[in-house]
């Protein structure tokens, strides 16, 4: 229950799902090669990681959100917890309120909401398509948090919650260790205030601030 509507004012932690809470570019990148032989390269531009095997040619952006999108559409129940980020959600909510942002087309945010509940991961859904600080700062104002925590997997989100919401405090986290050395880091950027990859190390540095009464 959002600290707006209950009276009483409490820290907001707002996290991304794929790579924060749920894993999914391996099953993604499992899926394809089981149903439609293409290899997904990690360690390639997200614009040229898929390729045919049958010839090795690039696949088109158009055709890759349309199999990003049939992804979404039948296979989310492949789709498991980052290590620890369970144990994570479960402490934060002793603490703050916590809601998800993601960055699916709206049509999808029941699936999301049941998706993470079966996980119990009760959390209100918010779905968002581009740049997510707008999307931060209207989920700010509802809850007129004592501060606000906000985790995603992308710098670009870091940095336009930095645009948008400069107040937030900024965690870059990619749970998926094959991915992460290939992300650009929101921290070198300047756009988050710390780079933490593992729930582990993560949890500590959100709890010390969910607690600093600065």
Same mark, same amino acid.
């Given at each position: 229950?959002?600290?707006?509507? *209950?009276?009483?004012?409490?820290?907001?932690?707002?996290?991304?799902?794929?790579?924060?809470?749920?894993?999914?570019?391996?099953?993604?990148?499992?899926?394809?090669?089981?149903?439609?032989? #293409?290899?997904?390269?990690?360690?390639?531009?997200?614009?040229?990681?898929?390729?045919?095997?049958?010839?090795?040619?690039?696949?088109?952006?158009?055709?890759?959100?349309?199999?990003? *999108?049939?992804?979404?559409?039948?296979?989310?129940?492949?789709?498991?917890?980052?290590?620890?980020?369970?144990?994570?959600?479960?402490?934060?909510?002793?603490?703050?309120?916590?809601?998800?942002?993601? *960055?699916?087309?709206? +049509?999808?945010?029941?699936?999301?909401?049941?998706?993470?509940?079966?996980?119990? #991961?009760?959390?209100?859904?918010?779905? *968002?398509? !581009? $740049?997510?600080?707008? /999307?931060?700062?209207?989920?700010?104002?509802?809850?007129?948090?004592?501060?606000?925590?906000?985790?995603?997997?992308?710098?670009? +989100?870091?940095?336009?919650?930095?645009?948008?919401?400069?107040?937030?405090?900024?965690?870059?986290?990619?749970?998926?260790?094959?991915?992460?050395?290939? #992300?650009?880091? !929101?921290?070198? /950027? !300047?756009?988050?205030?710390?780079? #933490?990859?593992?729930?582990?190390?993560?949890?500590?540095?959100?709890?010390?601030?969910?607690?600093? $009464?600065?």
């Amino acid at each position: 229950m959002s600290g707006a509507t *209950n009276g009483t004012a409490r820290p907001l932690v707002i996290t991304d799902c794929d790579e924060v809470l749920l894993r999914m570019v391996t099953h993604f990148r499992d899926w394809l090669g089981e149903a439609h032989d #293409i290899d997904f390269a990690f360690q390639s531009d997200f614009v040229s990681a898929l390729t045919r095997r049958a010839d090795g040619a690039v696949v088109e952006q158009k055709e890759m959100w349309r199999l990003l *999108n049939g992804f979404f559409d039948t296979q989310m129940d492949r789709q498991d917890p980052v290590p620890g980020a369970l144990e994570a959600y479960g402490a934060l909510t002793e603490k703050a309120d916590v809601v998800v942002l993601t *960055n699916l087309l709206d +049509h999808r945010r029941d699936d999301r909401a049941r998706q993470l509940s079966r996980y119990g #991961i009760d959390a209100k859904v918010y779905t *968002n398509q !581009g $740049p997510k600080g707008a /999307a931060i700062a209207r989920i700010v104002e509802e809850y007129s948090p004592t501060k606000t925590v906000f985790v995603d997997d992308l710098s670009q +989100h870091h940095g336009s919650a930095r645009e948008h919401a400069p107040d937030t405090l900024r965690l870059h986290l990619c749970g998926e260790p094959g991915l992460a050395p290939h #992300i650009a880091c !929101g921290e070198k /950027a !300047g756009d988050a205030h710390a780079r #933490i990859d593992s729930w582990a190390e993560a949890l500590p540095w959100i709890m010390k601030h969910l607690e600093d $009464p600065a």
